[in-house]
């Protein structure tokens, strides 16, 4: 890791150059950064390049090198949370199977996270904290619903729930 953040842009070739390891060690190395969101992949002119997380801040201030299609749809993400694939695609004037494409990558990135509702689906920037409120807020709504709790412990179990997360 230390390596690729001095030295962003090598490709896998020239890091196996540098270091005398066997390839299917380097290979399971790299792939184990990128699941822990230390490192990114992006392919430049038929060239597997990598990049640390932490030193690629663009100008939205993310921590990833987007692409400029997923910059697009980033903002609209970020402006309007729960966008769906329709306002996007209307904002963006990119196709349908574009987006899905570029959003899957944003998704496996932890840039963005979907929820379908009603059929459809709502995306919204990654917040590990807000997906955690979210994720209780349902699980106490649902609870409401199925008549296992009362008005007044709904409201206060929510208060309770706001407060934790800062809501």
């Known amino acids: 890791m230390t390596f690729i953040a001095a030295n962003p842009g090598h490709t896998y070739s020239s890091i196996l150059r540098m270091f005398p390891l066997p390839e299917g060690t380097l290979r399971y190395h790299l792939r184990r950064l990128e699941k822990e969101g230390a490192v990114i992949r992006r392919s430049e002119s038929g060239r597997t390049r990598f990049y640390p997380i932490a030193t690629t801040r663009g100008a939205s201030g993310l921590k990833r090198p987007l692409s400029k299609s997923q910059?697009?749809?980033?903002?609209?993400?970020?402006?309007?949370?729960?966008?769906?694939?329709?306002?996007?695609?209307?904002?963006?004037?990119?196709?349908?199977?574009?987006?899905?494409?570029?959003?899957?990558?944003?998704?496996?990135?932890?840039?963005?996270?979907?929820?379908?509702?009603?059929?459809?689906?709502?995306f919204y920037p990654y917040d590990p904290k807000l997906k955690r409120y979210q994720i209780e807020l349902k699980t106490l709504i649902s609870s409401f619903l199925h008549d296992e709790l009362d008005d007044e412990a709904f409201d206060r179990k929510k208060r309770e729930l706001q407060k934790r997360h800062g809501v």
Do not use: C, F, N
């Open 71 to 122: 910059q697009r749809i980033w903002d609209i993400v970020v402006k309007r949370p729960g966008a769906t694939m329709k306002e996007i695609r209307l904002s963006t004037k990119m196709s349908r199977p574009s987006i899905r494409y570029q959003i899957d990558r944003m998704i496996e990135s932890r840039l963005v996270w979907s929820e379908k509702v009603s059929g459809r689906k709502h």
